[in-house]
C-alpha cells in the first residue's frame, strides 16, 4: 500500500497559537486528500476534502477559517488549526487516494494535538 | 443522510472462541471498509469488499457483505489476544460523494485468556 506520513507525530501548544499538520504521500500522487478529526474512544469524522490545486470542501458544522487546509501538491496537504482552544486537542488524520487506485484510502498514522 | 451503525459497541471475547461484529448503513452503499486501530495508532486497513456476497477472509477474521439487508459482519474465529483492537466499518458513496468515507462507531474488542 502507499505510504503516508505525518509530521508532527504529537505536538502541545498554548492556546490562541496556530499549529500546522503535514501529510505527505512518499510514493503515490494522490489526488485526493482527506483530513478526519478523531475525539477519544470516538469514531473518525470527516472534517473536509481536498483536491490538489482547488479549495478544500468542508463538512457541516467544520469552520474553514479555523481549519484551513491548503493542497499544495500531489503530494503534500496541510491543515492548519488557527487560534486552537483546548477543544480543539483531538487526533487528526489524513488520507488520501489516487486515481489510480481510487478504491483505496490510505490513512497517515495521525497527529496528537494537546492545546493548554 | 448516511448512517453507519455498529454494534456491539464493545466485546469482551475469550481466547478460542467465536464472535461476530455486525455493521449496517442507511443508504445503498459503492464500498465498504473494515479497519482496525490499536490504541493511539491510526487505522489499520483490513478489507474492502465490492459487492453483493462479497467474502473475505485473512487468518482469523472473515468480512462479508449483504448489500440487500445493507449489512456487513465481520466474524473472528477463536479468539486470540492480538485481535484485542478497536474495529471500524466504513461506507464509502463512491459515485455520489467521491471517496468519502462515513464510519461507524467502532467496536472495542478485549480478547482475555
Known amino acids: 500500500g502507499a505510504v503516508v506520513s505525518q509530521h508532527p507525530s504529537r505536538v502541545i501548544c498554548k492556546s490562541g497559537t496556530s499549529v500546522k499538520i503535514e501529510c505527505r504521500s512518499l510514493?503515490?500522487?494522490?489526488?485526493?486528500m482527506f483530513w478526519y478529526r478523531q475525539f477519544p474512544k470516538q469514531s473518525l469524522m470527516l472534517m473536509a476534502t481536498?483536491?490538489?490545486?482547488?479549495?478544500?470542501?468542508?463538512e457541516q458544522g467544520v469552520e474553514k477559517d479555523k481549519f484551513l487546509i491548503n493542497h499544495a501538491s500531489l503530494t503534500l496537504s496541510t491543515l492548519t488549526v488557527t487560534s486552537a482552544h483546548p477543544e480543539d486537542s483531538s487526533f487528526y488524520i489524513c488520507?488520501?487516494?489516487?486515481?489510480?487506485?481510487?478504491?483505496?484510502?490510505?490513512f497517515g498514522p495521525g497527529t496528537r494535538l494537546t492545546v493548554l | 443522510e448516511l448512517k453507519v451503525e455498529q454494534n456491539p459497541l464493545f466485546l469482551s471475547m475469550q481466547e478460542g472462541k467465536n464472535y461476530t461484529i455486525y455493521c449496517n448503513y442507511s443508504?445503498?452503499?459503492?464500498?465498504l471498509y473494515w479497519y482496525r486501530q490499536d490504541p493511539g495508532k491510526s487505522l489499520e486497513s483490513l478489507f474492502v469488499?465490492?459487492?453483493?456476497?462479497a467474502v473475505k477472509q485473512e487468518g482469523r477474521l472473515m468480512a462479508s457483505l449483504d448489500t440487500k439487508a445493507r449489512l456487513s459482519t465481520l466474524h473472528i474465529t477463536a479468539a486470540v489476544h492480538d485481535l484485542s483492537a478497536t474495529y471500524f466499518c466504513?461506507?464509502?458513496?463512491?459515485?455520489?460523494?467521491?471517496?468519502?468515507?462515513?464510519f461507524g462507531g467502532g467496536t472495542r474488542v478485549l480478547v482475555k485468556p
Open positions: 488520507s488520501l487516494t489516487g486515481t489510480t487506485r481510487a478504491d483505496t484510502q490510505y
Open positions: 510514493d503515490f500522487q494522490a489526488t485526493t
Open positions: 481536498s483536491n490538489e490545486g482547488s479549495k478544500a470542501t468542508y
Open positions: 443508504t445503498t452503499s459503492d464500498r
Open positions: 469488499l465490492l459487492s453483493n456476497g
Open positions: 466504513a461506507v464509502d458513496l463512491y459515485k455520489a460523494a467521491g471517496n468519502k468515507l462515513t
